[in-house]
């Protein structure tokens, strides 16, 4: 029996499925992270360090998967595609 193969993202050119992920991601671990850094107690000082780096990373990885997606859902040459692929300034 053979396993079906898991990816995150298909190579079809319309699959918003890495930037809703994405999406889900940065909303659920960048409030946290923010009331962490902005109002964080004063004893809370051998939980909040892990916890900052946890909220930290899964905004991160956020941010990079909005971009994944961002780079699959753009046409060839249009600004998004420039930008995702680091071509801002390239005509």
Known sequence: MRWPKWSIATSEPGDF???MVGC???FT???G???LL???DRGSGAVALPLLVLLGAGSLLGIGF???GIRIC???GSPASRIT???IFMR
């Open 24 to 26: 889900i991601f940065l």
């Open 38 to 40: 902005v109002n964080a």
């Open 66 to 68: 909005i971009v994944f």
């Open 74 to 76: 753009s046409y060839p």
């Open 33 to 35: 992270f923010v009331m």
């Open 17 to 19: 499925l890495p930037a």
């Open 85 to 87: 692929h680091g071509r």
């Open 29 to 31: 671990s960048l409030p």
